[in-house]
């Protein structure tokens, strides 16, 4: 007889899938049921194309991303696979990234929530830690030591330090040798945590290189100094930041809550 946690849990899948319109991939999907659920899809079902080849008759595979399946409706078409997001470069560098990096074992990469199911042949590609990031700034200094000391006060435990780092370079005139040192340093980090994951050398290059090409959007090379930019122009880019935040980011920024009123009332008067 069936439980009513399972029926829960296949209506959930059902709805899921339907609300994609066109396909969804098995990770996503998995993503987004509870954590309960999550945990019977793997203890209980043996997986989430277990239980939907055996007890989900209206749900199928219309084909593959890399070794993830795309669910949907029989008769509904393949989707294209899915973009590597811009973001690739951005969630792998960031500690505090909700998201996480998937490779499969072809080299494919796509975004994934931090507790995805992954697919057979699929390896989760962690973030790197703020403790990894403060040892990048320390071996830095080896190569300036006459402002060693200067900079190395800026490297504290407290999770801002980043931003008095960064104040401090720019105010030596060290901008551009430090991103130059950064990104060289961060490619041979992602290499090597790529190749730790059991990858093929090929495989390896291929994730890499979707990876370091993502990076363009969110890491532009320090230019020289132009004008500041006007309030316009600050809001413009402004919002399309608030763009590619996710949920949980948004919920982090403050905001006066007068001046959101301010806001709503004028969209009210528009």
Do not use: C
Request: hydrophobic share 40%; no cysteine; proline share 6%.
């Amino acid at each position: 007889m069936e439980s009513s946690a399972d029926e829960d849990l296949i209506q959930r899948i059902l709805q899921l899938v339907r609300e994609s319109g066109t396909g969804i991939l098995g990770a996503q999907l998995a993503g987004k049921l509870d954590p309960e659920q999550r945990r019977m899809l793997r203890a209980v079902h043996g997986g989430l194309a277990k239980l939907i080849s055996a007890r989900i008759p209206s749900v199928t595979i219309l084909g593959y991303s890399g070794a993830d399946p795309i669910f949907g409706e029989p008769g509904w078409e393949r989707p294209p696979a899915p973009r590597l997001e811009v973001r690739a470069w951005r969630v792998w560098t960031s500690p505090a990234s909700r998201l996480r990096l998937a490779v499969s074992g072809q080299g494919a990469v796509r975004l994934a929530a931090q507790d995805s199911v992954l697919g057979p042949n699929q390896h989760m590609l962690e973030p790197l830690t703020g403790d990894q990031h403060r040892e990048i700034a320390r071996t830095f200094l080896t190569t300036h030591p006459d402002v060693a000391e200067s900079l190395e006060e800026s490297i504290t435990a407290d999770p801002h330090w980043w931003m008095k780092w960064n104040a401090r370079v720019k105010d030596l005139g060290l901008e551009i040798s430090w991103f130059a040192y950064r990104q060289r340093t961060l490619e041979g980090k992602l290499h090597g945590e790529l190749r730790a994951l059991g990858l093929s050398e090929d495989a390896v290059e291929a994730a890499r290189n979707q990876i370091v090409a993502s990076r363009a959007v969110h890491d532009p090379a320090p230019t020289q100094r132009r004008a500041a930019p006007t309030r316009v122009e600050l809001l413009g880019v402004i919002g399309r930041a608030l763009q590619m935040l996710d949920e949980d980011e948004l919920r982090q920024i403050w905001l006066p809550i007068g001046a959101v009123i301010d806001a709503i009332r004028a969209e009210e008067k528009k």
